[in-house]
């Protein structure tokens, strides 16, 4: 099995106190104001991946719009200590999935391998960088959708950053733990390929964004 990319989110969103409706309805309205269909955008950019860019691990669905999906039954409430998979996954256009909770968000996509999402390539070898841009646009605007700002890049299937993504955590305070245990995050996407190149795999990427337009 390889290792997949697993970007998390940072938001302002309330969950306290509030039942699976209420949060439901606080995230709906501003998922369905993404503008993921403009010329250009990752909409388009999913529907032509099979054929123009990097393989995918999957290909990408025709859901036309975004909707909430139960991981679990019961639904959990948010205004009880009963359940403790306390989150929200919502299924959108594209293959799109996200997931909420009082933490973080976990985009389910770009449906790219840790490693190979810092240095992406065409099938043909060519770079892919410009793509990737697309994919941190629409990364981007989903966080600042939800008052956030930033993404940080971690990694499953018992990679050394795999337990930072299954702590309880703010992205805040996961980024504040990484930095004591780990050092200082690589500024660049290619220092962290060429440190997993090396099995330095305790680099990591904090993304706030700011070389995109």
Wanted: net charge negative; charged share 25%.
């Amino acid at each position: 099995m390889g290792t997949d990319l697993i970007p998390i989110l940072n938001h302002s969103l309330p969950f306290e106190g509030r039942s699976w409706a209420e949060i439901v309805a606080a995230i709906q309205p501003r998922l369905d104001a993404l503008e993921l269909e403009k010329p250009g955008g990752i909409l388009a950019l999913l529907l032509e991946q099979p054929t123009s860019g990097p393989p995918p691990l999957a290909l990408p669905s025709r859901n036309t719009r975004w909707h909430p999906v139960a991981d679990y039954l019961p639904v959990p409430d948010f205004d009880t200590d009963d359940n403790p998979q306390k989150s929200i996954r919502f299924d959108g256009p594209g293959g799109l999935s996200l997931r909420f909770d009082k933490y973080r968000i976990e985009s389910l996509s770009p449906p790219y391998r840790y490693q190979q999402w810092f240095d992406l390539r065409y099938s043909d070898g060519t770079d892919a960088t410009a793509l990737r841009d697309h994919w941190r646009r629409y990364l981007r605007q989903v966080a600042q959708a939800f008052g956030g700002n930033r993404a940080l890049y971690l990694a499953d299937n018992a990679h050394p950053l795999t337990p930072y993504w299954l702590h309880e955590k703010s992205v805040a305070a996961t980024e504040q733990q990484m930095r004591q245990e780990l050092g200082e995050p690589r500024r660049t996407f290619e220092e962290v390929y060429e440190a997993e190149e090396k099995e330095a795999a305790t680099s990591y990427f904090v993304d706030y964004f700011l070389d995109l337009k």
